[in-house]
């Protein structure tokens, strides 16, 4: 933990009741790289490697469509489509949620579906802050070196999904 900050150890915790969901754009399926069959393989060991860590998802979505192939549609980010699918069919509140990305897209399609981006500088994210910034056209309110810094940040923020078991509010 970074000295001075409030304590939240991640690891000592059970369960925080944060809800989790994975929205990712696969146009590669449209494409023709990849079969549907491959990215449900992948989403399946992605499960299994978060669940030998004691984590887990909710749900994933993703979009396998390309405008040039399947027509336009709303939900590829940075359009809001997915994440406010996710938001509906599950009951979750926009206002006490936010989107963690490495690409400039992931926050641009929070700020449509109205809640704040973090961006991580792991994957893309580094590059596309350094060589792209201008295709930044909203502030992410947080740059995270990976995602457990994302989530202590979040945890600190308190921009947590209503539903947190136990009922406890601060
Ligand atoms: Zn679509």
Sequence with gaps: MRAGSPTIDLFAQDN???RVFVVTNQSGVARGYFTEETLAEVHRRLRDGLSRGGASVDAIYHRPHLPAITGECDCRKPRPGMI?????????????????????IDIEAGAAAGMP???VLTGYGRGLLEFQKNRFTTEPVHVADDLLDAARWILEHDRTPQDRR?????
């Excluded at 069919?89 to 963690?100: F, K, L, T």
């Design 117 to 119: 981006g973090l961006l």
């Design 166 to 170: 136990g009922g406890e509010e601060r």
């Design 84 to 104: 406010q699918r996710a938001l509906r069919e599950h009951d979750i509140d926009a206002r006490r949620s936010c989107v963690v990305g490495d690409s400039w």
């Design 16 to 18: 925080l009741g944060l």
